[in-house]
């Protein structure tokens, strides 16, 4: 079972388009984080989120965590070619403890088209 | 560059063999985490170690087994390996134990098993 649900899991678009990444799920995350990751090399993290509705900003990405905890959104502005990459969203458990790690979604592969 | 250091960055063998991998964490982290990415499965948690202790375990086999110095640097140890076992597998490292602790990606290294 896929705790965090990506969506869409493949999305390509042309330069200048706006788009939207969904991360879902049935459980409840204290924080979650986004990340992206290009071919060959690690994640690297974009933004952790904590509190239920919080809205962050990062340039032309703007990151939501919904009321509930049990969801986030990654909305891009006007992408450009250098946003292409697997983004991955990634929720901490609550419960602590030998649960205490990362869930990660499966990604969702976006490609930018000159 | 993210500052956590993973070797080799390829490794080619044969069923049945066994290999170790090395990770050393950013200056100053105390958690190394380790990771498993498949096309299939996306990134899995496998285990995490703070300050020398095993700390959390996620998906990892019997096959495998991880440790971490004194040094904190770590291993992961993959013994009897199958085909499926090909992979990418990523190490982090975070000054915090917690899940929600900002994790820090080595560039990985690549498995092929034949």
């Known amino acids: 079972t896929q705790l965090l649900e990506q969506s869409p899991q493949f999305l390509s678009i042309q330069e200048g388009e706006n788009l939207t990444v969904y991360c879902n799920s049935s459980?409840?995350?204290?924080?979650l984080q986004w990340y992206r990751q290009e071919p060959g090399e690690g994640p690297v993290l974009l933004v952790t989120v904590v509190t239920g509705g919080e809205v962050k900003k990062l340039k032309r990405l703007t990151f939501q965590f919904g009321d509930a905890r049990k969801d986030s959104s990654l909305h891009i502005t006007a992408a450009q070619p250098g946003d292409t990459g697997l983004y991955l969203c990634a929720g901490a458990r609550r419960d602590g403890g030998s649960q205490g790690n990362l869930i990660f979604g499966k990604g969702t592969k976006l490609s930018v088209k000159p | 560059d993210s500052g956590v250091t993973q070797t080799p960055k390829h490794l080619i063998t044969a069923t049945g063999q066994r290999v170790t991998l090395r990770c050393s964490p950013r200056?100053?982290?105390?958690?190394v985490y380790w990771y498993q990415q498949s096309l299939d499965q996306g990134l899995q948690f496998l285990i995490q170690y703070y300050n020398g202790e095993e700390r959390a375990k996620g998906n990892i086999l019997e096959r495998f087994s991880a440790q971490q110095f004194p040094d904190l640097h770590s291993e992961l140890n993959l013994s009897s390996l199958e085909l499926g076992d090909s992979a990418l597998y990523f190490c982090?490292?975070?000054?915090?134990?917690?899940?929600?602790?900002?994790?820090?990606f080595g560039p990985g290294t690549r498995l092929t098993v034949l």
């Open positions: 200056s100053g982290d105390l958690s």
């Open positions: 459980s409840v995350f204290s924080s």
């Open positions: 982090a490292s975070s000054v915090g134990g917690r899940a929600s602790a900002e994790q820090f």
